[in-house]
Nanobody
Framework: QVQLVESGGGLVQAGGSLRLSCAASGSIFSVSDMGWYRQAPGKGRELVAGITSGGTTNYADSVKGRFTISRDNAKNTVSLQMNVLKPEDTAVYYC???????????????WGQGTQVTVSS
């Protein structure tokens, strides 16, 4: 059984910073891409940032220059450093990981339970 557990959300004033972390645990053979999505009230889930196992990153245009994604392959963790936060960054943030639980199993995407980030103006 695989679990992704997020931490680090909370309430912050505009211009402030937060760091989100996510750890994948359980029966994991291999992890490929990892990333962060967010969902604001009344909106669909959108990609915030992604990172490959080799360290290649991609970001939504709205967070470029403000957010930084990183990962530790040895620990199966992914983090999101969020700086210069804006009220429009308010959302539930979800981490995800594409992984295999055995050598023979198919790749599957797993999700964390979500962590609330609220930015006050």
């Amino acid at each position: 059984q695989v679990q992704l557990v997020e931490s680090g959300g909370g309430l912050v004033q505009a211009g402030g910073s937060l760091r989100l972390s996510c750890a994948a645990s359980g029966s994991i053979f291999s992890v490929s891409d990892m990333g962060w999505y967010r969902q604001a009230p009344g909106k669909g889930r959108e990609l915030v940032a992604g990172i490959t196992s080799g360290g290649t990153t991609n970001y939504a245009d709205s967070v470029k220059g403000r957010f930084t994604i990183s990962r530790d392959n040895a620990k199966n963790t992914v983090s999101l450093q969020m700086n210069v936060l804006k009220p429009e960054d308010t959302a539930v943030y979800y981490c995800n990981a594409d992984l295999r639980i055995t050598y023979y199993s198919a790749w599957a995407r797993y999700w964390g339970q979500g962590t609330q980030v609220t930015v006050s103006s």
